[in-house]
């Protein structure tokens, strides 16, 4: 064997070996990169899955609350002297059992005409969106008549 056979032999051994081995290490480089853009894209979706979506507002779960512009579009009034409610019940707020007085700001539900103070309803309505007194939903009587039945 020349010097010269053995130099050729060496250089494709050589590259032989390097070959593969680079591929290789591409091939990791690859995985690596998609492995972080999927982790960022999960990271991006997580973050986004816990802002509310419009989709949330229309099947909403007895255990959430209603939005601002939803609570706001109840009915409500300032009680006069005579003390007369807009709906139903008794003369103490549900809620926080204090009897109303005159220029009370109260707010009825519109689904079953129940009463309470502004201030207390509205706490609760953004924690639950069922009326505190017949656990009526405002939003969906029917969604609440199926949960009723299961
Ligand atoms: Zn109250
Ligand atoms: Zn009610």
Not at 62 to 73: E, H, K, R, V, Y
Request: charged content about 20%; overall charge negative; hydrophobic content about 40%.
């Amino acid at each position: 064997m020349t010097s010269r056979e053995t130099i050729v032999l060496v250089l494709m051994v050589t590259i032989s070996l390097l070959v593969p081995s680079l591929l290789c290490l591409i091939c990791i480089a690859c995985r690596l990169h998609l492995d972080a853009i999927r982790r960022r894209r999960l990271q991006v979706l997580e973050a986004t899955s816990t802002l509310p979506r419009e989709s949330s507002v229309i099947v909403t779960l007895p255990t959430s609350g209603l939005d601002d512009c939803t609570i706001q579009s109840y009915q409500k009034v300032v009680l006069g002297e005579s003390l007369r409610l807009p709906g139903l019940n008794a003369l103490t707020c549900p809620i926080c059992l204090v009897e109303y007085s005159a220029e009370d700001s109260i707010r009825l539900i519109p689904m079953c005409q129940h009463c309470f103070h502004v201030q207390c309803v509205d706490e609760w309505l953004k924690m639950k969106s069922t009326c505190p007194v017949c656990r009526n939903s405002p939003l969906d009587h029917h969604e609440n008549e199926k949960l009723d039945q299961l």
